[in-house]
């Protein structure tokens, strides 16, 4: 039966029971139908009830919960196939070793920090995951991608602790990255830690719309006959806290339309987050409910353990299912709190029947009533359901309980996310509680353990690792092998326009093209776009290469008369995103990650409204580098002046200052075709020929303009940053000026106005990337810094500049920060004009006048520098700006 079905429960009517009889017998016929012809036949029947009453205005009202009990019935249940005995062992020692890694660190080193309740309230979790589930590999294909919740990172620290991956000397520098021994990150970190973590998941969020857009790429990659298909899942662990996060369902629809069945996530409701209570005043497991059944996910909850199922089996009143339901989230986390007696009074006190019920059960037993999260039969049937799941996407919602086995210590407690310090009688209950067998003496120390090798958990451990092909995490990297296509390959780009006007996103999308064409590595190129494609005027690769759709299409598309029709294929090489830039960089993610994680070196190369990609894509932006993602990300429609006509919130005048912050981001502002060749050709190179693990940045904009013809020898300043590009003529240069984008060519045209009406000589360079020349320059210095009796270096810009003659005025379509950056390496002599300030809805002649980065104001700037310098007559440099129509009185664009 379809949970969808399921989903579909008559609320009661608000009016009073009006024939109690009537209502009997209608609830007897229903028995007997469920009793003799089982659940499926009985859903029939209230399905098709339900629509009658429907269509006769009758309609009952439908919620999208069921009662707040597991969705696994007791007699579907299957026995537990493991060694319950000895699999409780193995999570108790991983459940020491975690505590002891936090306590230890806190204790020798105060305010260290890390995490014991989250994992305590997780084990069951991921060790029925661990022990049955999770996949290293199928055979010699990759196996299954776990995003593993990141703050509980001690527990699986403890565990491969256990499985001799990592020593007692990583366990004692948790939180200790630079010491002399290895250290152990804080959280997943592939950046830290290559070897060992795939997934950085710590940011509230990230983990879970990576897990669904990977899961999609992972189906775009088999749809492409790319990857072998096995029945290989992405799971994702969530916190019930972590799910506020938009991130965490914004996209849960996307996994239901697309079937992905290869997807499961676990929410971790222990019903607290860090402050307390996640929902006191609601139930977060119905809530989660009715969301992801909503967006047609297959719902598994997991609430009691299997203590319960003998109450509820014997409560003939429907008294217990009843206060089960009405308790909130608040007052479950008492009960935790409080206790036995507690829970007497207040759970089942209050019917006196549910009292009798549990009559025979002591106070003990009763507060050792156990959650479904902390049940590993339950567990592994919910397990086991979501992986035999077909045709969409499941998630598991398991209770269990914050600070699980801490005590007094922290269970249930507001405070034990932040327990880290615990005292020894608390530690000595928690090595009662959980069997730990070490001495009194070495819980003092604070001690881990790990069994011999031959003990029965241990050689069950390894048993169940081998059987599912190796231990997890781990993250296996294999070199690239892939040639970049020599410069000349991208030649059309390279020899100019001949005075036709074309934008450098046509240039792009031109290489773009070429690119796809690669006989070796057109195949591995990813085209991302959140639905601009046509503004990027990228439409015709919808017919060239199609665009993704897992289920090809359905429908005859309304243009398909059309030569360029909107052509959607299984085997599709575009991802059409829709209206998602976080959607489309999960996407640039998993394919930017792919060589990691499949051995398939995928080249995403990810389009977007500049203005829309960077403030939004930040922090995934982060934990993209963090995963040592490769790529391109193509920030379209750039330029507060040159996107004309949209005005405040579109015109992107700063992204360039936002991507100048990621540690592996190679940012470039190209002006010209040719440009983009060569920083195409050198990314590819650098990425997957050279193995590097960063990923570019590159704007491109929607003016078009004559693209030349590279210049001899360009290609070098080009990467470095920084070329002549017309040098002055008719003597040295009194002046240096610098742009950007399309404000190159406002700077060639000063150039000729400076010369023509005003005498001065001036070079022009392009500068393609502030960002790197100050890196580069900061490495230089640093060098310089730390060999104080080596000879001086100098930086590349100090020495691209050495024997230049006067001020230099920087222009770009960004702000003035941007050309700051190399401002030490200037000696004074920096004029930066740029875009600060809100834009506006104009044309670009009047934007660029108004932000004051137009041919004019460089002249102006110019002029004005060279007189405060003395070079210059003040008087007629005064005069000049009421030349070039320069108002100086008028308000600065910054703060208007
Ligand atoms: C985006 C973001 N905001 C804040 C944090 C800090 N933080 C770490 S854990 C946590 C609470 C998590 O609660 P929950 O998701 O319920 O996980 P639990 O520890 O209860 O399993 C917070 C706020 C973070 N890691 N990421
Ligand atoms: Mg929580």
Known sequence: MLLADNMLQIK????????????????????????????????????????????????????????????IPVEEQVPFPGDRAL????????????????????????????????????????????????????????????????????????????????????LRNFRHELREHPGLSSYPHPWLMPDFWQFPTVSMGLGPINAIYQARFMR????????????????????????????????????????????????????????????????????????????????IKVIWGGDWDELLARDKTGLLEKRMNECLDGDYQTFVARGGAYIRKEFFGKYPELLDLVAHLTDDELARLRRGGHDPEKVYN???????????????????????????????????????????????????????????????EVAFYRPPEDAPEMRYMHERRAELGGYLPERKAKRIEIEAPPLDYFSETLTGSAGREVSTTMAFVRAMTLLLRHPKIGHYVVPIIPDE?????????????????????????????????????????????????????????????SYGNFGLPMIPLYTYYSMFGLQRMGDLLWAFGDSRGKGFIVGATAGRTTLNGEGLQHQDGHSHLLMSVLPTCVAYDPAYAYEIAVILQDGLRRMYQENEDIFYYMTVYNE????????????????????????AEGGAAAVQLFGSGPMLNEAVKAQQTLAEKY??????????????LRREALAVERWNRLHPAE???????????????????????????????????????????????????????????????????????????LAREGKFDAARAVQALGELGVNPELPDPARR
């Open 533 to 593: 494609a046509r503004t990027f005027g990228m439409e015709s690769l919808f017919r060239q290469i199609g665009i993704y759709a897992s289920q090809g299409q359905l429908y005859h598309p309304v243009d398909q008369e059309m030569f360029l029709y909107y052509r959607e294929v299984k085997d599709g090489q575009i991802l059409e995103e829709g209206i998602t830039e976080a959607g489309a960089m999960a996407s640039f993610t998993a394919a930017g990650t």
């Open 704 to 727: 078009n303009y004559a693209q030349p013809a590279m210049p001899e020898g360009a290609a070098e300043g080009i990467l470095k940053g920084i070329y002549r590009f017309k040098a």
């Open 87 to 170: 699999e409780r062992r193995l999570k108790s020692l991983i459940r020491w070793n975690a505590l002891a890694m936090v306590v230890r660190a806190n204790k020798y080193d105060p305010g260290i920090g890390g995490h014991i309740s989250s994992y305590a309230s997780l084990a069951t979790l991921v060790e029925v995951g661990f022990n049955h589930f999770f996949r290293r590999s199928y055979g010699d294909e990759p196996g299954d991608l776990v995003y593993l919740q990141g703050h509980s990172a001690p527990g699986y620290y403890a565990r491969a602790y256990l499985e001799g991956r990592l020593n007692e000397e990583h």
């Open 791 to 865: 000879p001086v270096r100098q930086p590349y810009i100090r020495q691209v500049l050495k024997g230049t003659q006067g001020p230099v005025i920087a222009s770009s379509d960004y702000m003035k920060a941007i050309a700051d950056q190399i401002a030490p390496w200037l000696d004074g002599r920096l004029v930066a004009l740029g875009t600060d300030g809100f834009g506006r809805s104009e044309n670009r002649e009047h934007l660029r006048d108004f932000f004051e980065v137009s041919a004019k104001h460089i002249v102006a700037a110019t002029l004005s520098r």
């Open 220 to 299: 775009y990659l088999e749809n492409r006959g790319l990857l072998k298909p096995t029945p290989r899942k992405v799971w994702a662990f969530l916190g019930d806290g972590e799910t506020d996060e938009p991130e965490s369902t914004g996209a849960i629809r996307i996994a239901a339309n697309e079937k992905l069945d290869n997807l499961i996530f676990v929410v971790n409701c222990n019903l607290q987050r860090l402050d307390g209570p996640v929902r006191g005043n609601g139930k977060m497991i119905q809530e989660l409910e009715a969301i992801f059944a909503g967006a047609k996910w297959n719902v």
């Open 12 to 71: 009661a009517p608000s009016v009073d029971d009006l024939n109690p009889q009537e209502t009997a017998e209608w609830v007897q016929a229903f028995d007997q139908i469920l009793d003799e012809a089982g659940p499926d036949r009985a859903a029939f029947l209230l399905s098709r009830l339900a629509g009658r009453a429907r269509a006769a205005g009758a309609a009952p009202q439908y919620a999208v919960n069921t009662p707040y009990v597991n969705t």
């Open 759 to 772: 005498g001065i000589a001036a070079d022009v360079w392009s500068v393609t990337s502030y960002s790197e």
């Open 382 to 444: 919910a397990y086991k359901r979501a992986v035999e799941y077909e045709g969409g996407p499941t998630v598991v919602l398991a209770k269990t309980i914050k600070g699980y086995g801490l005590g007094e210590a922290g269970e249930g407690r507001n405070i034990t996310h932040q327990q880290k310090k615990l005292n020894e009688q608390e530690m000595e209950y928690f090595c009662q509680r959980f069997e730990i067998p070490i001495t009194p003496e070495k819980i003092h």
